[in-house]
T-cell receptor, first 118, second 117 residues
């Protein structure tokens, strides 16, 4: 049973370029969360998605950042015109749909994508 | 807004001994979940243990147990018989799945635990 997959694991972008981070949730999971971890910090919530819907994007910067979770395929976190301050580790987590008793409210994390902006 | 505080940035323990990591949180909710996650040098986030606020019994998972004090809003993690593989950052996290936050996790800043041989 594959866990949460994220790719790439490492991504280097120059200032002004676009970064695309991908997340495939665990099989049977329909909820996806994105978190950002700055150096020496805990994880900070960015956005919560279900298939084809953004449920909560209260932690997402208003500009340059967007996220989607299409009907088919992985969830994508997109950062346009990256700046040095975007350098961080970005984690995706997934959880099963409501009503599934086992693992309710537990989020399972991917290995993260470390973004470096030069 | 909910907050999570871990007051110990770093701790160390000798192998085979017991260590307790502290965590306090602030919320006005009565139903919520608390978690401890481990982040080893690989940076993978691993769920260690979870506690449901409506359960009075403290959760245990093998060598890991919690001391949940709801009135004090305290949620400490005890690691017994520490092993070298326990060396990692440990994050305490809060979740209110019933409120406006829609179930996202709120993390503390972490405690770096080193287990010494």
């Amino acid at each position: 049973n594959a866990g949460v997959m994220q790719n790439p694991r490492h991504l280097v972008r120059r200032r002004g370029q676009e970064a695309r981070l991908r997340c495939s949730p665990m099989k049977g999971h329909s909820h996806v969360y994105w978190y950002r971890q700055l150096p020496e910090e805990g994880l900070k919530f960015m956005v919560y998605l279900q298939k084809e819907n953004i449920i909560d994007e209260s932690g997402m910067p208003k500009e340059r950042f967007s996220a989607e979770f299409p009907k088919e395929g992985p969830s994508i976190l997109r950062i346009q015109q990256v700046v040095r301050g975007d350098s961080a580790a970005y984690f995706c987590a997934s959880s099963p749909p409501a009503g599934v008793r086992a693992g309710v409210h537990e989020q399972y994390f991917g290995p993260g994508t470390r973004l470096t902006v030069t | 807004a909910q907050t999570v505080t871990q007051s110990q940035p770093e701790m160390s323990v000798q192998e085979a001994e017991t260590v307790t990591l502290s965590c306090t949180y602030d919320t006005s909710e009565s139903n919520y979940y608390l978690f401890w996650y481990k982040q080893p040098p690989s940076r993978q986030m691993i769920l260690v243990i979870r506690q449901e606020a409506y359960k009075q019994q403290n959760a245990t998972e093998n060598r890991f147990s919690v001391n949940f004090q709801k009135a004090a809003k305290s949620f400490s993690l005890k690691i017994s018989d520490s092993q070298l593989g326990d060396t990692a950052m440990y994050f305490c996290a809060f979740m209110n799945p019933y409120g406006g936050s829609q179930g996202n996790l709120i993390f503390g800043k972490g405690t770096k635990l080193s287990v010494k041989p």
